[in-house]
């Protein structure tokens, strides 16, 4: 059997989507251990990607020049509130289809291009390309923005035109899937597909990264440790979490004196907020990114509780890439979700999640897994096998088998 897959993000860290499709290949190749498996890398600018790790059989790499030439830029001022289209998204996107059309794609059983970022320039660049016709396609997010839950995006006419050209791509491609089964329906739905979305969840795959570096970890200097690292975007709320957490600590001397609060977050301006917010509490301690070998160290062997922010308000239908990672190693999470959310059908035991709208809720889940923790460091599950092997092969298996000649 043999594979093609073009990705537009293979990075080691400061992106989801790196991590995640950099897995992706991985747990292809354990699927389908004697496939040949060939990656096309259009990638936006030169960054070392340790693409050596990576179990594929061929990588071709091109670092694209994305930079809008003035006059176009100069015209889209004017072009895209008289016409409703982006000069500038149009000359993007002729970029990636110049590269992409000049893949040679027969002889490939099945062939996938993946999405980015929430431009999904390498989907839009294949639109029209014979390639499209034999492709499944997966978006990493919905699109367009307006529809991705917890944005501010307007529903403006230019919007409006980027859903009727992604409605030609799907038209187009072979098949369409997701990361969640809850983003599948709504995308199915949204563009009124005759074919069905698929989903085929996120997976993280240690193999693929250098988890070396340890050099910048922080200090662990509590018995128990909850932590959060990402960002805040797109309705995530960390304030609810973080008051519940302060409740806590200023009524009870043993969680005080036994737990401690830390924060990795992306923007320097969410940092500073919360570091004012909380300066009197030390328990609460609010740190800048980390790449993600210190993340991950951090995560996995200093964390005794990890968090998850789901999208909001009101409902989330992404799979966050965090999810598989934090899979991986059998520690307690919290998530904190809509009461509509991809994290509810997948989180089986009510003790791992907690509405996003109820305080209560919040600080009580939170208080029985510390009490947990401070009683027991033993193994917990709180994702099944939902991130196995196993099960991404079945789901695998399932699109692949729908999608064959």
């Known amino acids: 059997m043999k594979f093609l897959i073009i990705e537009q993000d293979l990075r080691v860290s400061g992106t989801s989507q790196g991590i995640i499709s950099r897995s992706f290949l991985a747990k292809l190749?354990?699927?389908?251990?004697?496939?040949?498996?060939?990656?096309?890398?259009?990638?936006?600018?030169?960054?070392?990607?340790?693409?050596?790790?990576?179990?594929?059989?061929?990588?071709?790499?091109?670092?694209?020049?994305?930079?809008?030439?003035?006059?176009?830029?100069?015209?889209?001022?004017?072009?895209?509130?008289?016409?409703?289209?982006?000069?500038?998204?149009?000359?993007?996107?002729?970029?990636?289809?110049?590269?992409?059309?000049?893949?040679?794609h027969n002889g490939y059983d099945h062939i996938f291009i993946r999405s980015a970022g929430l431009d999904h320039e390498s989907i839009l660049g294949a639109r029209d390309l014979p390639i499209l016709k034999k492709a499944i396609v997966n978006f990493h997010d919905p699109y367009p923005l307006f529809w991705y839950a917890g944005t501010d995006a307007k529903l403006s006419y230019l919007e409006l035109f980027k859903l009727k050209k992604m409605e030609a791509v799907v038209l187009q491609a072979k098949a369409c899937m997701s990361s969640a089964r809850l983003m599948s329906q709504d995308m199915q739905y949204l563009y009124g597909s005759r074919k069905k979305f698929y989903h085929l969840p996120h997976q993280y795959d240690e193999t693929v990264f250098d988890l070396s570096d340890k050099k910048n970890v922080f200090t662990k200097a509590k018995k128990i440790t909850i932590c959060y690292h990402?960002?805040?975007?797109?309705?995530?709320?960390?304030?609810?979490?973080?008051?519940?957490?302060?409740?806590?600590?200023?009524?009870?001397?043993?969680?005080?004196?036994?737990?401690?609060?830390?924060?990795?977050?992306?923007?320097?301006?969410?940092?500073?907020?919360?570091?004012?917010?909380?300066?009197?509490?030390?328990?609460?301690?609010?740190?800048?990114?980390?790449?993600?070998?210190?993340?991950?160290?951090?995560?996995?062997?200093?964390?005794?509780?990890?968090?998850?922010?789901?999208?909001?308000?009101?409902?989330?239908?992404?799979?966050?890439g965090k999810a598989p990672f934090l899979a991986s190693f059998n520690k307690p999470v919290l998530a904190i979700s809509p009461e509509r959310s991809e994290m509810r059908g997948i989180i089986k035991n009510d003790q791992y999640i907690a509405n996003a709208h109820d305080d209560q809720d919040i600080k009580y889940k939170l208080e029985q897994l510390i009490l947990d923790r401070l009683n027991t460091n033993a193994s917990v599950y709180p994702f099944g096998d939902y991130f196995s092997d196993a099960h991404f092969k079945h789901l695998l298996d399932k699109v692949l088998m729908a999608t064959k000649k």
């Open 29 to 104: 190749r354990v699927s389908y251990p004697n496939a040949i498996i060939d990656v096309v890398y259009l990638k936006r600018n030169q960054s070392e990607d340790q693409l050596h790790l990576l179990p594929v059989d061929s990588i071709q790499t091109y670092v694209l020049n994305l930079k809008v030439p003035f006059f176009t830029r100069w015209l889209n001022k004017i072009y895209w509130r008289l016409f409703h289209v982006s000069l500038k998204e149009r000359y993007v996107e002729n970029v990636f289809k110049s590269y992409i059309s000049k893949i040679d």
């Open 230 to 320: 990402g960002a805040i975007q797109f309705g995530r709320d960390v304030v609810k979490l973080l008051e519940a957490y302060k409740v806590l600590v200023l009524g009870n001397t043993q969680y005080k004196d036994t737990t401690e609060f830390i924060l990795r977050l992306k923007k320097q301006a969410d940092i500073d907020y919360l570091a004012r917010r909380y300066a009197g509490i030390d328990n609460i301690k609010v740190l800048g990114p980390a790449n993600f070998s210190n993340a991950a160290y951090e995560q996995i062997h200093l964390a005794d509780i990890n968090i998850i922010l789901e999208n909001g308000p009101l409902y989330c239908n992404i799979l966050v």
